[in-house]
């Protein structure tokens, strides 16, 4: 690794050293050559092509689909004193002239873009007479239609290997399964490019995943118990679940806002600005929100509603612990929602190929719901990576008990069998359970043998045991005909008695609703009283500068000052996130509040 980009890392950004296989990429960058680069959400991608920016002459043009995105990108480059700038629908002329200059006097380092804007011949016409030093296509992902968030302008972005040879390109995500990935080399033309590719693993993060049985009571007690006073995202799966939802948390004396594409910009940019500004603060949001958010002492992210893909889940619980610190990703699910998602893909105007690509991702993240095995495994597979139990989810902390099902299983299956595989689970548990209505007599189906054989267990432990069954691969939906259940190839060996089936208790197991601790760091009072000092200088120190509490210092920047308590200037240097510029700006008066309190 060259001494260039080791100083620039400790001296601009205040880190000690590179992660993974950061150090490999910047040389890569830097040296002129392109990348696909993979690394987790938090797992410093930034780093990846702002340091070969600095390194080389000309100014980095990244390419990124959010405002809140770029925003937020550019505020943390100024507060570590690189001239950097953003170019967008909200910048005024003038602002968009002056940047000109400024790139064509070589003082401008890096220049944020949306796709849109970029593919325009005006701006390209722009970049022809510009020395451009590299192009980083973040959320690359977005060029796929097997990913999430496709954007069909990323699929645009090839023009630049074509236009600008001669100029490195890198693209960067978070996400992306084998597919996604053959999408990216193939439409920004990176096909001869290597790939660095990082474990996906957040070892951070606690996974807790429970059936949802009054979901907002569920909810509430989570954040309560485990959560107070943190920062969290609660995400909901329609607009009314959002409000009644942020309503439900504030009735119960909780700091919570609501967010979604339904409400004015004015109210939504209101709420994401407090939710990037203050400090204890939940926001309760649907998808729309989230892309754009760097805040990285988000300590916990709620699903109240199953997501539609492991990407989306796992991109969205990635926006809890970006610091490294521990955190939770919490997820409450159940049938309805499973049917709900279905129904939607079914109605889509997607291809018939399209739906299929959605019904196989959705189906799999029903999987790590039900699964009895390590959450994480599940997750980290998904996306081709193998891993021994993590240690830190429900199911290795709590494992769940288990009891030989086959019995009832086979009365299911045998009852979906016996109704012609053409009826919802609601109405196959009505025949097992005997309810001799209207629409069982109109089919004659009391006449079934199968009619009745399940009435010792009521309707919600049924819906247990379909919901198993359906996450062990043995039914699945049709979505064609109202969400029929249908038997799989795996479900013959079952019926004839060739195979066991094991079965989580179906009556829930308040043993597995516990979650681990989000914080071990034991403090002193004296220690407490500095942090508590410096969160409340951070705050005011961001409201004076306008910007995020988190630009002008990080949570793991205020624990380091607490537990090395530097006394002089060069002591910073030693502070993680500390670079140059936040040291000559900032460092004399973070020491007055660390002697204030040394004293006391």
């Given at each position: 690794?060259?001494?260039?980009?080791?100083?620039?890392?400790?001296?601009?950004?205040?880190?000690?050293?590179?992660?993974?296989?950061?150090?490999?990429?910047?040389?890569?960058?830097?040296?002129?050559?392109?990348?696909?680069?993979?690394?987790?959400?938090?797992?410093?991608?930034?780093?990846?092509?702002?340091?070969?920016?600095?390194?080389?002459?000309?100014?980095?043009?990244?390419?990124?689909?959010?405002?809140?995105?770029?925003?937020?990108?550019?505020?943390?480059?100024?507060?570590?004193?690189?001239?950097?700038?953003?170019?967008?629908?909200?910048?005024?002329?003038?602002?968009?002239?002056?940047?000109?200059?400024?790139?064509?006097?070589?003082?401008?380092?890096?220049?944020?873009?949306?796709?849109?804007?970029?593919?325009?011949?005006?701006?390209?016409?722009?970049?022809?007479?510009?020395?451009?030093?590299?192009?980083?296509?973040?959320?690359?992902?977005?060029?796929?239609?097997?990913?999430?968030?496709?954007?069909?302008?990323?699929?645009?972005?090839?023009?630049?290997?074509?236009?600008?040879?001669?100029?490195?390109?890198?693209?960067?995500?978070?996400?992306?399964?084998?597919?996604?990935?053959?999408?990216?080399?193939?439409?920004?033309?990176?096909?001869?490019?290597?790939?660095?590719?990082?474990?996906?693993?957040?070892?951070?993060?606690?996974?807790?995943?429970?059936?949802?049985?009054?979901?907002?009571?569920?909810?509430?007690?989570?954040?309560?118990?485990?959560?107070?006073?943190?920062?969290?995202?609660?995400?909901?799966?329609?607009?009314?679940?959002?409000?009644?939802?942020?309503?439900?948390?504030?009735?119960?004396?909780?700091?919570?806002?609501?967010?979604?594409?339904?409400?004015?910009?004015?109210?939504?940019?209101?709420?994401?600005?407090?939710?990037?500004?203050?400090?204890?603060?939940?926001?309760?949001?649907?998808?729309?929100?989230?892309?754009?958010?760097?805040?990285?002492?988000?300590?916990?992210?709620?699903?109240?509603?199953?997501?539609?893909?492991?990407?989306?889940?796992?991109?969205?619980?990635?926006?809890?612990?970006?610091?490294?610190?521990?955190?939770?990703?919490?997820?409450?699910?159940?049938?309805?929602?499973?049917?709900?998602?279905?129904?939607?893909?079914?109605?889509?105007?997607?291809?018939?190929?399209?739906?299929?690509?959605?019904?196989?991702?959705?189906?799999?993240?029903?999987?790590?719901?039900?699964?009895?095995?390590?959450?994480?495994?599940?997750?980290?597979?998904?996306?081709?990576?193998?891993?021994?139990?993590?240690?830190?989810?429900?199911?290795?902390?709590?494992?769940?008990?288990?009891?030989?099902?086959?019995?009832?299983?086979?009365?299911?299956?045998?009852?979906?069998?016996?109704?012609?595989q053409c009826f919802a689970a609601g109405y196959?548990?009505?025949?097992?359970?005997?309810?001799?209505g209207d629409w069982v007599r109109q089919n004659?189906?009391?006449?079934?043998?199968?009619?009745?054989?399940?009435?010792?267990?009521?309707?919600?432990?049924?819906?247990?045991?379909?919901?198993?069954?359906?996450?062990?691969?043995?039914?699945?939906?049709?979505?064609?005909?109202?969400?029929?259940?249908?038997?799989?190839?795996?479900?013959?060996?079952?019926?004839?008695?060739?195979?066991?089936?094991?079965?989580?208790?179906?009556?829930?197991?308040?043993?597995?609703?516990?979650?681990?601790?989000?914080?071990?760091?034991?403090?002193?009072?004296?220690?407490?009283?500095?942090?508590?000092?410096?969160?409340?200088?951070?705050?005011?120190?961001?409201?004076?500068?306008?910007?995020?509490?988190?630009?002008?210092?990080?949570?793991?920047?205020?624990?380091?000052?607490?537990?090395?308590?530097?006394?002089?200037?060069?002591?910073?240097?030693?502070?993680?996130?500390?670079?140059?510029?936040?040291?000559?700006?900032?460092?004399?008066?973070?020491?007055?509040?660390?002697?204030?309190?040394?004293?006391?």
């Amino acid at each position: 690794m060259s001494a260039t980009a080791q100083r620039i890392l400790q001296d601009t950004f205040g880190y000690p050293a590179f992660r993974g296989r950061q150090a490999e990429i910047v040389e890569t960058v830097a040296q002129g050559g392109s990348a696909l680069v993979l690394m987790p959400t938090g797992g410093g991608k930034s780093l990846c092509y702002q340091i070969p920016a600095l390194m080389r002459e000309g100014v980095a043009v990244v390419v990124s689909p959010l405002i809140a995105l770029m925003d937020d990108q550019v505020a943390n480059l100024r507060a570590a004193g690189v001239h950097a700038a953003a170019v967008h629908s909200g910048t005024p002329p003038e602002t968009v002239r002056r940047l000109a200059d400024d790139i064509h006097a070589g003082s401008l380092k890096l220049l944020y873009v949306a796709p849109e804007r970029l593919v325009t011949e005006r701006f390209l016409r722009f970049l022809d007479n510009t020395a451009v030093s590299l192009f980083a296509i973040d959320e690359a992902h977005c060029v796929s239609q097997w990913g999430h968030d496709f954007r069909p302008e990323y699929q645009q972005l090839g023009i630049l290997a074509e236009r600008y040879p001669n100029v490195p390109r890198i693209a960067l995500t978070a996400t992306a399964d084998a597919e996604t990935r053959a999408d990216m080399k193939h439409y920004l033309k990176l096909a001869d490019a290597p790939e660095f590719i990082s474990s996906f693993d957040r070892p951070n993060i606690y996974y807790q995943v429970m059936e949802k049985n009054n979901g907002k009571k569920q909810l509430l007690d989570f954040i309560q118990k485990q959560m107070h006073g943190q920062n969290g995202i609660v995400y909901c799966l329609s607009r009314k679940s959002v409000e009644d939802t942020a309503a439900f948390l504030c009735e119960n004396g909780l700091n919570a806002v609501p967010y979604h594409a339904g409400m004015s910009l004015e109210t939504r940019q209101h709420h994401q600005h407090r939710f990037t500004h203050e400090d204890n603060i939940i926001i309760v949001a649907t998808v729309a929100f989230g892309m754009g958010i760097d805040k990285p002492d988000v300590r916990f992210v709620a699903h109240l509603d199953m997501p539609q893909s492991i990407e989306h889940f796992y991109q969205e619980s990635g926006r809890a612990g970006r610091d490294g610190l521990p955190a939770v990703s919490w997820l409450c699910y159940g049938m309805n929602t499973l049917v709900l998602l279905k129904e939607r893909i079914a109605e889509s105007q997607a291809s018939d190929f399209q739906k299929q690509i959605e019904l196989q991702k959705l189906n799999a993240m029903f999987d790590v719901c039900e699964t009895a095995a390590c959450r994480r495994q599940l997750l980290l597979r998904h996306f081709g990576e193998e891993s021994a139990p993590c240690g830190n989810c429900d199911n290795c902390l709590h494992p769940p008990e288990r009891f030989d099902g086959t019995e009832l299983v086979q009365k299911l299956l045998s009852c979906v069998y016996r109704v012609g595989q053409c009826f919802a689970a609601g109405y196959v548990i009505d025949v097992l359970r005997g309810k001799d209505g209207d629409w069982v007599r109109q089919n004659r189906h009391e006449q079934l043998s199968t009619f009745g054989i399940g009435s010792t267990l009521s309707d919600k432990d049924w819906r247990n045991v379909v919901r198993q069954c359906i996450g062990l691969g043995l039914l699945t939906n049709d979505i064609h005909r109202h969400q029929a259940l249908i038997l799989t190839e795996a479900a013959l060996p079952v019926l004839r008695g060739e195979e066991t089936v094991l079965l989580r208790p179906l009556k829930r197991d308040k043993a597995a609703t516990r979650v681990a601790k989000t914080d071990n760091w034991l403090r002193t009072e004296r220690e407490e009283r500095l942090w508590q000092a410096l969160r409340q200088w951070r705050l005011a120190k961001a409201k004076a500068d306008e910007v995020p509490a988190y630009v002008i210092c990080g949570d793991k920047t205020l624990r380091d000052i607490v537990e090395k308590q530097p006394a002089h200037l060069a002591d910073l240097r030693d502070v993680y996130g500390l670079g140059e510029a936040k040291i000559e700006k900032l460092g004399g008066e973070i020491l007055r509040v660390v002697a204030e309190h040394r004293a006391d």
